[in-house]
């Protein structure tokens, strides 16, 4: 299973945002973190996805450290993200019942 965290925030906070990367906590070691991988664009500005490798018996861990590594911004002007789980296919086939 992956974690998803969609973050965006306009260029005038990348500053800011760089400095308090520096500061995140770090990761528990059952997350396996790919990114942050970053983009943008007229309308959302600076795009960031991360993906968080995590084992099923871990989601609720995950998510909470996920959370707190973002929560580090928070105050930056602008700055938005989501946090979201992404399960294999046989687990979401499961969830509909099939």
């Keep these: 299973m992956i974690i ?5 925030y306009p260029p005038e ?5 760089a400095k308090r990367f520096l500061t995140a906590p770090a990761l528990p070691g ?5 990114g942050p ?3 943008s664009n007229r309308f959302d500005g600076i795009h960031s996805i991360t993906l968080y490798e995590v084992d099923n ?3 609720a861990e995950g998510l909470q450290a996920v959370g707190d590594s973002l929560a580090v911004y928070f ?3 602008g700055y938005s993200y989501d946090i979201l789980p992404y ?5 979401g086939l499961r969830m ?3």
């Design 4 to 8: 998803i965290s969609n973050v965006t």
């Design 13 to 17: 906070s990348a500053r800011e945002i």
């Design 30 to 34: 059952f997350l396996v973190k790919k």
């Design 37 to 39: 991988y970053i983009s």
């Design 57 to 59: 018996s871990r989601l």
């Design 75 to 77: 105050g930056v002007e």
């Design 87 to 91: 399960y294999e296919t046989e687990e």
């Design 96 to 98: 509909i019942g099939m």
